[in-house]
């Protein structure tokens, strides 16, 4: 079975500054998506980045990037230049259609941001 | 694109009645969704995968004549929680299936049991 696994239950940093998620996850799959979501207080689940497992090239969406590393079975969120509206939780999620494109989440991050 | 609608976002009923939640995919067509669980301080955890015009298929350990589910349409599901008790009371959260498998999640419904 698949698992994600998020070992930073709290991490803090600083308005502009930059802060990085770990995320590693367990997988006999080759072919699979990982995705980034963020949930802010008003729980709505937001994808902030998806990346596929066939792709060498790292993701990125403004702010947002990934570092996927395929071997290590590591996918890390990096938000440079944090902003006030950044602070929420994160879950990193995988998925693979041989499971019938079901999410395995990971337990999520908090971020806080410091004004 | 790719917006999920959930309703209603808040719902407080009586023990013993039952409620339905709707989840609709409002600019794309989903031929699966799913419906999942929170609990405070918690991850979501799936209950069901609910594909159009088949039976929904529940994870283990999910009552399914507890959780009704119903996805008549290539935009609609439902999930209807019958002879509800303060157990049920938590955070129901649906997404859509879009393009490669990405899930569009709905903003939730709380419900409450008295």
């Known amino acids: 079975a698949q698992t994600v696994t998020q070992s930073q239950p709290e991490m803090s940093v600083q308005e502009a500054e930059t802060v990085t998620l770990s995320c590693t996850y367990d997988t006999s799959e080759s072919d699979y998506y990982l995705f980034w979501y963020k949930q802010p207080p008003s729980r709505q689940m937001i994808l902030v980045i998806r990346?596929?497992?066939?792709?060498?090239q790292n993701a990125t969406e403004n702010r947002f990037s990934v570092n996927f590393q395929k071997a290590a079975k590591s996918f890390s969120l990096k938000i440079s230049d944090s902003q006030l509206g950044d602070a929420a939780m994160y879950f990193c999620?995988?998925?693979?259609?041989?499971?019938?494109?079901?999410?395995?989440f990971g337990g999520g991050t908090r971020v806080l941001v410091k004004p | 694109g790719a917006v999920v609608s959930q309703h209603p976002s808040w719902v407080i009923c009586k023990s013993g009645t039952s409620v339905k939640i709707e989840c609709r995919s409002l600019d794309f067509q989903a031929t699966t969704m799913f419906w999942y669980r929170q609990f405070p301080k918690q991850s979501l955890m799936l209950m069901a995968t609910?594909?159009?015009?088949?039976?929904?298929?529940?994870e283990q350990g999910v009552e399914k004549d507890k959780f009704l589910i119903n996805h008549a349409s290539l935009t609609l599901s439902t999930l209807t929680v019958t002879s509800a008790h303060p157990e049920d009371s938590s955070f129901y959260i649906c997404?859509?299936?879009?393009?490669?498998?990405?899930?569009?999640f709905g903003p939730g419904t709380r419900l409450l049991v008295l």
């Open positions: 997404s859509a299936s879009g393009q490669r498998g990405t899930q569009y």
């Open positions: 990346q596929e497992a066939y792709k060498q």
């Open positions: 999620a995988y998925l693979t259609k041989a499971a019938g494109n079901k999410l395995t």
């Open positions: 609910s594909n159009e015009g088949s039976k929904a298929t529940y």
